[in-house]
């Protein structure tokens, strides 16, 4: 069964670690994803490191270039039922940002 989304019911927030290549050089870079659930808009931006600021930054300009905020946000933890991580560790060691954020039983 699809799932279904009311307009400004929800967005799905996740980042990746991207590389990118510039007059040789090799870059990392941090990619913040916001993606809204009803309409699959969404917003990427890129940080050159992952903290709060980053997480902060990404929400604030993902909802100005989309329009608005949502009634309620889901995060991927990348977390099994057992509160583990896909890694073995626990969602608290796997990055800084998940280590302020609960998640909900599915």
Do not use: N
């Not at 941090?30 to 980053?54: D, I, N, T």
């Not at 902060?56 to 057992?82: E, K, N």
């Amino acid at each position: 069964m699809p799932l279904s989304f009311e307009l400004g019911e929800a967005f799905q927030f996740d980042w990746s670690d991207e590389g990118l290549l510039v007059g040789g050089v090799f870059y990392k870079l941090q990619v913040a994803h916001l993606k809204l659930c009803a309409s699959r808009a969404f917003w990427l931006v890129a940080y050159p490191s992952q903290g709060h600021e980053m997480l902060f930054d990404a929400h604030t300009r993902s909802f100005h270039a989309l329009g608005g905020v949502t009634r309620r946000g889901i995060y991927d933890l990348h977390v099994d039922g057992g509160g583990q991580s896909q890694e073995g560790q626990g969602a608290h060691r796997q990055c800084p940002l998940c280590r302020d954020v609960q998640p909900l039983p599915v």
